[in-house]
Each structure stands twice: as structure tokens, then as C-alpha cells.
RNA sequence: GGUCCCAUAGCUCAACUGGAUAGAGCAACUGCCUUCUAAGCAGUAGGUUACAGGUUCGAUUCCUGUUGGGAUCACCA
């Protein structure tokens, strides 16, 4: 809490006191509306309930009594029962000094807790598309967001690297991959194995006979081929591990060159291969509890009926493990490997139900860590025409969108003719930075809990509420500064004395700097990368704005002028850290 | 059918967790580059917050119902 809100609280309760002897415990500030004077509220209702009074007569009497005794309240106003209230400039001047000193300023302290962010989790039988992209940026923005409020992060992925789907792309391989690789057809690792799972869905869905179109799992040689090869992997045959490894060793290359290009990274990886048998203990464990029971056919269940949901089967009655044992086993693994306070899974919303089952067997298991577990549960990215389905072609490939992106951050660039002291490498590194910056904020700008839009007839917006507006304002910052330097400008000490009345885009911006380290604590809070973006925009906005407003250079005093210097740079410190959290670079000029 | 989620401007999204006259961007229309980067600024227009009730000083937000959309309910992962 800032000293503004601290003062403003101790003397409303001390007005309350003075005026009605009654100490009131609990009072609550929020921003004012931006259609009143003033940047901080008071709503009475509550107050004038509690005190007997009006709330327009309180709400008087409590402004008369702040603007004479706090010290820092210039001015009110009250509308019907809102209380708003116009601080002295000189504080929120001393408020910028202090934000500028602070080298920290925004982030908090360590807190000594560990979290680990597990995200991505791809499978290795066809490449990342857009819904992917949501899941990693999510995944690595929400890591930053934790480190910045004083978390000790550990970012990890789970690999579901092996599993029938995996059999099928290697059969189609087998049958019709001539030997090809990744260098011999010129097509990146993870595209070409996704090629031949679709090629297995065609052959597959050839093999179907008429008889079986209304069964929902069609037995068909290739399917049972598909199978069989599952088994062969399981006893380890080495012809099949060679051919899995062969062909998921090409996937990673092309994962990794993906998250490369997008400036994501894991701390640690597991590998599903390796973990799959895991939670088969748990399953004894939570027998011996009482917790699971057996059916007459062996398989193991629990019941989860009370809890309004279902039963649901942990061990098959051939004794194999199912998806919910894996994701107990690792559980209990993640858990054992760092010792954890929190554990956020950046999973779809479509798992709701598996998370929520998930969850609540951890916590009838008596884990301690069962409180710190969070389905970071996202929406589907749709196109107009509705979900995308990757066997159907219909996705839009992660690949092929970062390199339009790339295109059009270049064709801009180049139209807008401001490039050209580049060197050809300092000009792909701008696009990349626009490029990437454009569809990372894109993603992250929406609600993570609700499903999204995307139109690849008017793919993401470059002007506007984007990256690359607020990408401009820090290099147009920047530009501002060089030119300081070259003039002498000193932004290093500023007459405050001198500077007494502030103009109104300048108060704005202020103000919206200084609540940074609020909005960092938000996001986190809410795990929503999207108050970052929103926040990040709104200080673009209100720069651009100060900008076309407040001349810098030809400002009426030394001291405006060194003040305006300084604000600027504050505001490219802010609009870097802000992008920072979104995993979004910014260039020092465009 | 059970459970869960969603519905806000023509389009894509906000709305400080129950607050004021519901805000931005895109698209449309008006102005503004011989002065610090116009990927910009200022303005006009655009809304019965799906619908019907309820709770209260006050509802896009909470409750009930209706309609429409999505997810999930596998001895798949």
C-alpha cells in the first residue's frame, strides 16, 4: 500500500473518530472515475450505515476534515455518495522520487517460497499450433509474474512422448517413410513426423468398413498394427525403441528451434516415457487407506460421488496404469524433486473435470502439498469457424503464423521507412521483436479463463491496443533520451520545489506508473498475465498522450524540463518491466 | 441426460471482484506532420450488458428460471 493510501486511511478513521467517536475498522480506497475530479475515492454507503448519518453529509464532512488536517488532500468532491479526493502535487512528486530510486521498483521482496509452472506439454506426434502458443506464453509470462512477487520458479515440461498416438505416426513411417528424414525432404523434425500421423488417420479411416462406421473405436488393421507396435515398445524391442527414438529425437529438434524463436526455456523436463509406470504405488497406498477400492474385476476405482463427481478408474483390471495414475505418480515425483509451496498446471479448460478429480484423491491422500496445487485452466484459441482439430487440418500452425508475423512486422516496418541506419542483422531483429511481440500480446492481452478469437483473415493487429504501439513508445522514449543527452539535459536532479503545478497527462501518467508494483501483485494473485498486457497498454496510451501534450525540449522551465526527461525514462523503465512479464522485448528504436 | 464454463458496441476484447454517466482497439466518418518518432493525437457515431424475475442505497457482476453456444462425463492421454 502506497503512503498516499495509508495516510488517507489513518485520517478518515481519525475524521470518524473526531466527528462521531467511532473508530471505523475497516476502510476501503478505489481509483477514481475517470469522469471526476480527483484520484482517489471514498464510497460512504457502507460508512454512513454503520455511523447513522447521510452518506452526502458524511462524505462532506469527512472531505472538509482531510483537505484541513491530512496534509496531503488538496480538494474534494462528492457525488452522491463518492467521496473523491485531489492530492497536492507536491506528494505524487515525491512519489515519482521515490519510484525512481527504487532500483526494484514493482517487484517484491523474496518470499521463500518455491512454485514450479509446468506448461507446454506437447505431445510428440505433430507440431505446436496457436493453442500451444496460448499454453507457453501463458505458462512462461505467469513464471515471471511469480518471480517478480518474490517466488523462487522452477518452469518445467512434461513430455508425453510415448502412447499409442505416438505407435501410429512410427507406423506410418514404417510403411511409407522410404527412409525419408528431416534433411533428405527439407521439412523441420516435428512437421514431419505430424505428416505421417496424419497419414496413419487416412489409412486408418480407408480401412473402415462399412459395418463399423457407427462404432466409435474401429478396429482396423492399422490401428491393430498401431497396437501391436505399443506392445513391442513396452517389452523394448529394439527395432521399435530405435525407430521411437529416431523419431522423437527429430520432433525435440523442431520443438526446441519453435521455443527458441519464441525465447522460451524449461528448467526441467520429464519425460513421460520415463514416469508413465509411476503412481502404481499410490494405487496400493490408497487401497491400504481406504481411500480406493476394488472392483470384482480387479480395476481400481474411487468414489468421488459425495463430492458431486464421479467414480473414477485409477488401475485397469489388466493392472496398467491410466492417465489419472501417471498424473498422481508425477505428483508425487514434482513434489519430491523441489519441495514445493505451489504448483501451477497450465492445462486447458477442457481438463477441468481431470484436474478438479486430480486435486481432491491428492488431498483424500493426506498430501501436504494438495493446497498449493492450480489448474491454471485456459480457453480454446477458436477460428470463425469453430474449434480447431488437428487431424482435420484445420489448425493453425505455430510455425507457419511466427513467420507471418515476421513478414508483417517487416513489410510495416520497411512501409513506415524509419530503418534505414540499419544493418541487416539490427533489421531482423526487429522484426523478430515485433513479429513475436505481436502475437505474444495478442494472446496474453485476453482473460486466460476464456476462450479467444482468432481470424487468420485479419490475423493480430499491429496498431492499436498491440505490442507494437507500446514497442513504439519505448523507442520513441528512447529516442527522447538520446536526444536529452545530446542537449545536456540533466534528469539526475530535479528542482521539485520548482515545479509546482503538474499537468494533467503528466498527473495521469504519474500515477499510472506508480501502481506497477500493485498490478504485479494482481496478476499474480489472479494468475492472469492479461493485467500485465492491459496495464502495459494503458501506460503506452497515457504516454502518447503526455507526449502529444507536454513539449519536452521547449518546456516553460528547467525544471519542467528535467522532470519531463526523467518521467520519460521512468516510463520506458516500467513499459520494459512490464513487457519483461510477458516475455515481450522491446527495441530501442523502430 | 448429469456436471462445469460462457453470452457486453458491426468485429475483437475491458470493466479494480457489488459502485458513479459500461470503457478500449479494429472497421466508418472529421480534423492534426516545415517543431521531441503520425505504428501517433484529438473528435463524431456506435449499448435495453441474450431474455424474464429476484436480492439492495446501487447488479454486466450475486440468486432463480428461460434461450443460445462450448467443454466434460472412456479400462484414450
Known sequence: MSFIEQNLIQNIQAATEALYHKKVEKIILQATNANFEGSHTLVTFGLAKELGQSPE??????????????????????????LNLTINDQVWLQVFNQMR??????????????????????????????????????????AKILEANGYEVSKTCIVNDRGIHICKSML???????????????????????????????????????????????????????????????KGDSATVDLWKKMNGWVYAGFNETYQKVGVSFDKTYYESDTYLLGKDIVQ??????????????????????????????LRSNGTSVYMTQDLGTADLKYADYQLDKSIYVVGNEQDYHFKVLFKILDKLGRSYAPGLYHLSYGMVELPEGKMKSREGTVVDADDLLAEMLKIAQEKTDELGKTDDFTPEELQKLYHIIGTGAIKYFLLKVDPKKKMLFNPQESVDFQGDAAPFIQYNFARINSILRKAKQLNVSSQVIDYQAYTQLHSAENHLLQLLASLPAKIKEAAEGYAPSVIAQYAYEVAKGYSKFFAECSIFNAETEAA??????????????????MDLLGIDVPEKM
Open 172 to 234: 506410418a513411417y514404417q510403411k511409407l517413410g522410404e527412409g525419408e528424414t528431416p534433411e533428405t525432404a527439407g521439412i523441420k523434425g516435428d512437421h514431419l513426423v505430424g505428416k505421417y500421423y496424419v497419414e496413419f488417420d487416412k489409412l486408418h479411416k480407408s480401412q473402415i468398413k462399412p459395418e463399423q462406421t457407427n462404432e466409435k473405436n474401429p478396429a482396423t488393421p492399422a490401428l491393430q498394427e498401431a497396437e501391436q507396435l505399443l506392445i513391442q515398445w513396452e
Open 285 to 314: 497406498e490408497g487401497l491400504d487407506k481406504g481411500v480406493f477400492y476394488r472392483a470384482e474385476d480387479t480395476s481400481v476405482w474411487i468414489d468421488l460421488t459425495a463430492e458431486k463427481l464421479d467414480k473414477k478408474i485409477l
Open 561 to 578: 524540463k528535467s522532470f519531463r526527461v526523467a518521467l520519460s525514462a521512468m516510463t520506458a523503465q516500467v513499459i520494459q518491466k512490464a
Open 57 to 82: 453529509s458524511l462524505a462532506q464532512a469527512i472531505g472538509q476534515y482531510l483537505v484541513e488536517k491530512s496534509g496531503i488532500v488538496t480538494q474534494f468532491n462528492v457525488a452522491k455518495g463518492f
Open 101 to 142: 530510486t527504487d532500483k526494484n521498483f514493482g517487484y517484491a521482496p523474496q518470499n521463500g517460497q518455491r512454485v514450479m509452472v509446468e506448461y507446454s506439454s506437447p505431445n510428440t506426434n505433430k507440431p505446436l499450433h496457436l493453442g500451444h502458443l496460448r499454453n507457453i506464453f501463458l505458462g512462461w509470462s505467469m
